[in-house]
């Protein structure tokens, strides 16, 4: 039985991505996009969560390069799921687009990789645990050969009107919020530590399961901790600018209104 790379010798296939393009047009990024892969990542507790993720995975295309092979930027992320790849973390995912260069031959290279992250939360006060989802997109990128990444967060927080509040004779009229935090870092931060910041600065945090005492805590520390759409951008940014650690940010706060049909927006960036 001749072998593989016999047949290959035998009947060589061409390698048209290798050819040369006479237009000499270098393309600043090429790859795939919306690759659903399973991943294993690990944040501040060390402990490796299996996730689905959304990827897409790029390199630089010389301009007398014709094609680039795509079927690399999928082993490369195949690799990931071998039993002894150790799992992604932030911090890790440098080596992945220094890999992907290397792999690839490639001036530059950039890959985005969004999933969703768990948290184990206890209620406040019956204690009872459950998960809550965090949606997470980070974005590496090599190119001229600095490094660049940002790390996304998107986190599910409750806001109470402080007019609303003000105005009425009892109660006030609440919502369910979303807080996104991008942050470009000089040092490897943890995505807990992020999500905490727009939870602590939002009305209250969200849980999955609360039991009737748990119920009356949340809605009584909202009612407490009134917060504008303003109020949550300016919290989270002014945190956020006191932080060594992080050049540059973008802080942005949707209320999905209770008396409209529509949401109130803000957004806050610098450096970015």
Same mark, same amino acid.
């Given at each position: 039985?001749?072998?593989?790379?016999?047949?290959?010798?035998?009947?060589?296939?061409?390698?048209?991505?290798?050819?040369?393009?006479?237009?000499?047009?270098?393309?600043?990024?090429?790859?795939?996009?919306?690759?659903?892969?399973? /991943?294993?990542? &690990?944040?501040?507790?060390? !402990? =490796?969560?299996?996730?689905?993720?959304?990827?897409?995975?790029? %390199? $630089?295309? +010389?301009?007398?390069?014709?094609?680039?092979?795509?079927?690399?930027?999928?082993?490369?992320?195949?690799?990931?799921?071998?039993?002894?790849?150790?799992?992604?973390?932030?911090?890790? /995912?440098?080596? &992945?687009?220094?890999?992907? !260069? =290397?792999?690839?031959?490639?001036?530059?290279?950039?890959?985005? %990789? $969004?999933? +969703?992250?768990?948290?184990?939360?206890?209620?406040?006060?019956?204690?009872?645990?459950?998960?809550?989802?965090?949606?997470?997109?980070?974005?590496?990128?090599?190119?001229?050969?600095?490094?660049?990444?940002?790390?996304?967060?998107?986190?599910?927080?409750?806001?109470?009107?402080?007019?609303?509040?003000?105005?009425?004779?009892?109660?006030?009229?609440?919502?369910?919020?979303?807080?996104?935090?991008?942050?470009?870092?000089?040092?490897?931060?943890?995505?807990?530590?992020?999500?905490?910041?727009?939870?602590?600065?939002?009305?209250?945090?969200?849980?999955?399961?609360?039991?009737?005492?748990?119920?009356?805590?949340?809605?009584?520390?909202?009612?407490?901790?009134?917060?504008?759409?303003?109020?949550?951008?300016?919290?989270?940014?002014?945190?956020?600018?006191?932080?060594?650690?992080?050049?540059?940010?973008?802080?942005?706060?949707?209320?999905?209104?209770?008396?409209?049909?529509?949401?109130?927006?803000?957004?806050?960036?610098?450096?970015?």
């Amino acid at each position: 039985m001749n072998r593989p790379d016999t047949l290959q010798r035998l009947f060589p296939i061409p390698d048209t991505q290798s050819a040369r393009d006479e237009r000499e047009i270098a393309i600043d990024r090429v790859g795939i996009k919306g690759l659903k892969y399973p /991943l294993l990542f &690990v944040d501040q507790d060390g !402990v =490796a969560q299996p996730t689905v993720a959304d990827c897409d995975v790029f %390199v $630089a295309l +010389p301009g007398e390069q014709k094609g680039t092979h795509m079927s690399r930027l999928v082993a490369l992320l195949e690799a990931r799921t071998a039993p002894d790849a150790p799992p992604l973390s932030v911090g890790t /995912l440098r080596g &992945v687009v220094d890999e992907l !260069v =290397a792999l690839l031959e490639a001036p530059g290279g950039r890959m985005e %990789v $969004a999933f +969703p992250f768990f948290i184990r939360k206890s209620a406040p006060v019956s204690g009872v645990a459950s998960l809550l989802d965090y949606q997470v997109r980070i974005v590496g990128e090599l190119l001229g050969g600095e490094y660049t990444q940002t790390l996304t967060i998107a986190a599910p927080v409750t806001s109470l009107c402080p007019c609303s509040k003000e105005i009425s004779d009892y109660g006030a009229h609440n919502q369910r919020s979303v807080v996104t935090i991008t942050v470009r870092a000089s040092a490897p931060m943890f995505l807990t530590e992020i999500i905490r910041v727009a939870e602590e600065e939002a009305s209250c945090e969200l849980y999955g399961l609360l039991k009737r005492a748990d119920e009356k805590y949340v809605t009584e520390r909202a009612y407490n901790n009134p917060r504008f759409v303003e109020d949550l951008v300016r919290g989270v940014a002014a945190r956020l600018a006191d932080d060594p650690r992080i050049d540059g940010f973008v802080v942005e706060a949707e209320n999905f209104e209770s008396i409209h049909n529509h949401s109130a927006y803000a957004r806050i960036a610098r450096g970015l």
